[in-house]
């Protein structure tokens, strides 16, 4: 090309073309840029030639990244997990690390190239899981978070990692002017004076600093990139990483009120920076040796697919989960990080790995990252294959899932009541104030605790679960109401209400069901499954303001408040 610019723009259009395809066979962008940086590389296409300038423009989107994690660094969650999150994350760690390195050793690397492989293989992607999990409607479910928790954990003990890998080389760098002693205590010196620093600016900068400038998000926007690349650049002044530095700035702007704000306006620019990395990252491969590669490579992708949700799903199934919630939390972690990559490019920065060994974890990345992915999106279609073979992961009685927290006694309400969202709250207020008992069950453990706080009968329990209905001592003159709505076009994976209609009527639940859909193209399929009664909010809302709308213009007196009887929530076939 003849200018930087014109290649930037042929790389861009280049990748986006890649993206489109990988789209269309759902894959994380993840896999279609790396893809993309292989293919544009010397070893292929020769697109890229300007490696400095992708190479900055790679460091900003790792600051980037590394700040928003910072930034929403949720302790809370993990407090709220409790002791499955910490046991499980740190669990799956210490597995996966432990036995990737003797793997790595027996496929040839060397013992700090095994190390770094193994340390970087235990990272799963939060990003990734996130965005699948909540496309499909769960991360509010009860594996979601636990999933949640223990990737919290993972980010945590990712940036200890790199937070020692630092301090190492700057160690090194320090070790042959004044000796072991002196190059450690310069490093701690510098650290705790890092931290001080930050500190400080928590307690007197941050909020007062974002303050100033709250009226302009897009000011907001540019000074928490300012502040990401000046940590940054301040950690690699004192001979740390700057990824470390990015992840401080983060943790300093996450005591402000306006670090969700922060955050959600970031995240397209995070995902188009960290294109450059994985251009970048992809472009260094050397397709030649790749061949010699792909048999560690798929050694390792096995032990990845197979080990970490294995190890995750004894662990719960110890703690007292069900063999079905460790299944579908397990797959989470099937997969290796954009951290995996980013801890190997520290390491050939420090000069501790080879290009071939980046490359190795790279392939293992595409891998695990491209199966997992269909994993995880199809959870509920495996599931059903594996079940008989999952009871060994399960304790005879999971009491987290069905001991003290099953109190409340399905057969002595009148209504069990799916969904404690807005709508079904709603549904269950009408329902109570015309005599009748409710039991609300919601697969969020959040929502069944604040409903029990208000003196309500609540279970946790997943409607998509098809061994759920089972559990339930019901009786035929009780309805069964389904506030989670058909799950359609947009989600791949089971309807859940329609498992749940046909899990009842499969049961012998001979009372009545009525179901809520977002589309009057799910009635006749929910119908078909045995629902007696087809609920649709949006059309139903929408027929009653009319109503009112027409009444008002009559003459006659516009209603306040709809009247239940008159909505027109029947749809029958």
Same mark, same amino acid.
């Not at 399929?525 to 027409?550: N, Q, S």
């Given at each position: 090309m003849e200018t930087v610019f014109q290649e930037l723009s042929v790389v861009l259009l280049f990748a986006t073309a890649v993206g489109g395809i990988g789209l269309l066979l759902k894959q994380p962008l993840i896999v279609s840029f790396i893809a993309a940086g292989i293919l544009a590389g010397p070893s292929a296409l020769g697109l890229v030639t300007a490696d400095a300038h992708v190479e900055v423009l790679a460091q900003f989107g790792i600051a980037i990244l590394l700040f928003i994690v910072g930034l929403k660094l949720d302790v809370h969650l993990i407090r709220t997990m409790g002791a499955v999150a910490l046991t499980t994350g740190l669990g799956q760690v210490i597995f996966t690390s432990v036995f990737g390195y003797f793997i790595c050793l027996t496929l040839g690397l060397t013992p700090l190239a095994s190390l770094y492989v193994a340390v970087a293989i235990t990272f799963s992607s939060t990003i990734i899981i996130v965005k699948l999990l909540s496309d499909k409607g769960e991360i509010d479910a009860l594996h979601g978070r636990v999933a949640l928790g223990f990737l919290i954990v993972q980010d945590i003990v990712v940036v200890l990692v790199m937070v020692v890998v630092s301090a190492l080389g700057a160690g090194t760098a320090e070790a042959g002017a004044g000796g072991i002693a002196l190059a450690i205590g310069a490093v701690v010196l510098k650290g705790a004076a890092m931290i001080a620093a930050v500190a400080l600016f928590i307690r007197y900068a941050a909020q007062p600093l974002l303050d100033r400038v709250a009226t302009s998000q897009e000011l907001m926007v540019l000074l928490a990139v300012g502040l990401s690349v000046a940590f940054a650049s301040g950690a690699q002044m004192l001979g740390f990483s700057m990824e470390l530095g990015a992840f401080l700035a983060g943790v300093a702007l996450a005591s402000t009120s306006y670090r969700e704000v922060v955050a959600s306006r970031l995240n397209a620019l995070r995902d188009f920076m960290l294109l450059f990395f994985f251009i970048s990252l992809g472009s260094h491969m050397d397709l030649s040796t790749v061949q010699s590669q792909i048999g560690p490579a798929i050694v390792l992708s096995l032990f990845v697919l197979i080990g970490n949700p294995l190890i995750v799903l004894a662990i719960m199934g110890i703690m007292g989960y069900r063999k079905r919630t460790g299944f579908l939390a397990g797959l989470t972690v099937a997969q290796i990080s954009e951290f995996s990559l980013i801890f190997m490019a520290m390491g050939l920065t420090l000069g501790h790995v080879a290009v071939e060994d980046v490359g190795l974890v790279t392939l293992v990345g595409v891998v695990t990252i491209g199966l997992s992915t269909y994993m995880i999106l199809y959870s509920h279609q495996i599931?059903?294959?594996?079940?008989?073979?999952?009871?060994?992961?399960?304790?005879?009685?999971?009491?987290r899932e069905i001991g003290a927290e099953d109190a409340a006694a399905p057969g002595r309400a009148d209504v069990i009541l799916f969904g404690l969202g807005r709508y079904g709250t709603n549904i269950a207020r009408e329902l109570r104030q015309r005599g009748l008992s409710v039991l609300g069950v919601d697969f969020d453990p959040e929502a069944v605790r604040l409903w029990r706080q208000q003196g309500h009968a609540a279970l946790y329990g997943d409607a998509s679960d098809p061994d759920f209905p089972a559990s339930l001592s019901l009786r035929e003159d009780q309805w069964v109401i389904t506030a989670v709505p058909a799950q359609r076009g947009g989600t791949v994976g089971a309807d859940p209400a329609e498992i749940l209609v046909r899990g009842l009527r499969d049961g012998g639940f001979r009372g009545r069901i009525a179901v809520t859909a977002h589309r009057a193209?799910?009635?006749? %399929?929910?119908?078909? =499954?045995?629902?007696?009664? /087809?609920?649709? %909010?949006?059309?139903? =809302?929408?027929?009653?303001? /009319?109503?009112?709308?027409?009444s008002h213009d009559s003459g006659a007196a516009p209603a306040v408040h709809a009247d239940p009887d008159d909505l027109r929530v029947a749809r029958h076939a």
């Open positions: 599931y059903p294959r594996l079940e008989w073979m999952l009871g060994l992961f399960e304790r005879r009685v999971p009491h193209h799910d009635v006749t %399929p929910l119908r078909k =499954a045995g629902a007696d009664v /087809v609920l649709l %909010p949006f059309a139903d =809302a929408a027929h009653k303001a /009319v109503e009112i709308i027409t």
